[in-house]
């Protein structure tokens, strides 16, 4: 993918937590043709390294750091290693998230009678789904409150979340992750209204579904074909397709380029090949 020669961030800082996976590590490298300079942040750090060196031997500039979104004092070191290594952050792409099957159900509907063995509504696991709301909830609002500290006031300063589909509409079978989305989005908006008066715009994309290696086994057979569930995700896809993780990254640059959206503020912008749009009828 070719980023276009207006979209310039030289010198810019731009920190992306989740950069150890493959979306965010995508994005990453798509962000450093922009010129700037990109803190990969994620507990894995072997597979954040993999994509900093990616970009560094691309003639990028981007070093990794092994941060848990989820302890304050982890994201605190980091922001002084990157204040000493780059400067200050000037975007923050909120990207650390995900799903845990102890908060998962096996049954799109609960009924009077179920096979055996079914992990139904009730069987719900109460570690997995605080881990599910931890981790995307807590791991966007903790970051957010270390790195905002050096964007107040600050030309250009802006964050972006990474809401889903499921905020719209929840999915069937995973509450806890479709509840954690909602509330992603509801606290762009609050961030939003929070920070205007001090410089830093909020926004967030919705991604619809894309294939990654994550869930392919989820959407295939081993044939190929789509599975019941991917069925239903194309058959309600006006597009009719699945998207791809470039398609994602239009909408990122415009969402932080202040020369395009400077004022845009507290919106959750779809990626979804009309998902959300479509009743079905």
């Known amino acids: 993918m070719q980023i ?3 979209h310039q961030f ?5 920190v992306i937590t989740g950069a ?3 979306l965010c590590g995508f994005l990453s490298k798509q962000l450093a043709r922009t010129g700037a300079k990109i803190a990969l942040l994620d507990i894995n750090l072997e597979m954040a390294n993999h994509f900093a060196e990616e970009i560094t031997q691309s ?5 990794s750091y092994q941060t848990n979104v989820l302890e304050l004092n982890s994201i605190q070191a980091t922001n002084e290693q990157i204040k000493k290594d780059f ?9 650390a998230g995900g799903n845990n099957p102890n908060a998962t159900t096996d049954n799109e509907f609960h009924e009077f009678e179920l096979p055996d063995n079914t992990k139904s509504f009730f069987d719900l696991d109460k570690s997995g789904v605080e881990f599910v709301f931890n981790l995307n909830y807590l791991g966007t609002l903790l970051p957010t409150q270390v790195f905002a500290k050096e964007m107040v006031g600050r030309k250009g300063s ?3 979340n990474i809401s889903s589909m499921n905020a719209f509409t929840p999915l069937t079978k995973i509450p806890a992750y479709s509840g954690a989305k909602a509330a992603i989005s ?6 939003a209204v929070h920070f205007s008066h001090v410089g830093i715009r909020c926004n ?3 991604p619809g579904f894309l294939v990654s290696n994550q869930n392919r086994a989820l959407l295939f057979n081993t044939d190929g074909s789509p599975t019941a569930r991917a069925h239903k995700i194309l058959t309600n896809t006006p597009m009719g397709r699945f998207g791809e993780a470039e398609e994602l990254v239009g909408g990122i640059l415009f969402l932080i380029d202040e020369r395009y959206s400077s004022f845009v503020n507290g919106v959750v912008l779809p990626i979804d090949g009309g998902f959300s749009a479509y009743s079905g009828v």
């Open 59 to 63: 003639g990028g500039i981007a070093k």
């Open 186 to 191: 509801n606290f762009t908006q609050w961030l």
């Open 4 to 6: 276009p020669f207006n």
């Open 87 to 95: 400067g200050p952050c000037d975007i923050l792409i909120n990207g």
């Open 204 to 206: 967030a994309i919705a």
């Open 10 to 14: 030289k010198d810019k800082v731009i």
């Open 20 to 22: 150890g996976g493959v």
């Open 158 to 160: 802006c964050i972006v």
